[in-house]
């Protein structure tokens, strides 16, 4: 099996972790999605509960100064240099180090971005309606349909923002992938195929 790189840009709701898993699975590849807090958080010496709190938002570490001192387990931080910036430098790095160990299907943080100079990169973004999405969120976080919908809108605003803000593209525009599918037409388990075969046909596999 070809050395490949999957990422997956979703949209909450829409089933992009368990299509990024039937991915894996299918190209023999690691699953990254808040795996990668771990790989970050051993990379940096922040504890792993640091980088779940701030995953996936712009400026988090605006407030550092406060930061107290049960998020470290020791060593100095990139010469203790911190800006708004360097949380985002920890996991880039993580994400680096995996994709050149293997295969791998990153979900999200910008990996697509990341990982631009890569070969064998194929970036993807899942999307659906928003009745499918908030029939999912509402059933897995047991909401109704109009809280589940604002979390859908908190969540995604707050992914956008993260991912505009430091690649300089737009979230979810097409242009800024190589396939984008919507999910809730086929669901999961076709969708994934689809992709499969797209990344098989891409890559000559």
């Not at 604002?150 to 979810?172: D, F, M, P, S």
């Amino acid at each position: 099996m070809k050395h490949i790189i999957i990422n997956v840009g979703r949209q909450v709701g829409a089933g992009g972790q368990e299509i990024g898993r039937m991915l894996a699975k299918d190209f023999e590849a690691k699953y990254y999605d808040r795996e990668l807090l771990n790989l970050a958080a051993k990379e940096s010496g922040f504890s792993e509960k640091f980088f779940k709190q701030n995953d996936e938002k712009k400026g988090f570490l605006r407030g550092l100064l406060n930061v107290q001192t049960p998020h470290f387990m020791g060593g100095n931080l990139y010469g203790s240099n911190f800006s708004q910036e360097s949380l985002f430098k920890f996991q880039s790095d993580a994400i680096q180090k995996a994709a050149s160990e293997g295969s791998c299907v990153f979900m999200g943080r910008c990996a697509d971005y990341i990982l631009r100079d890569f070969e064998n990169v194929v970036n993807v973004f899942i999307t659906a309606t928003m009745d499918f999405r908030v029939d999912i969120v509402s059933k897995v976080k047991q909401l109704d349909a109009e809280h589940a919908r604002k979390l859908i809108e908190h969540v995604e605003a707050r992914r956008a923002q993260y991912y505009n803000y430091y690649t300089g593209k737009k979230w979810g525009a097409a242009e800024s992938y190589d396939l984008c599918v919507d999910a809730s037409l086929l669901g999961l388990e076709e969708t994934e195929k689809l992709i499969a075969d797209f990344i098989r046909k891409r890559f000559g596999l």
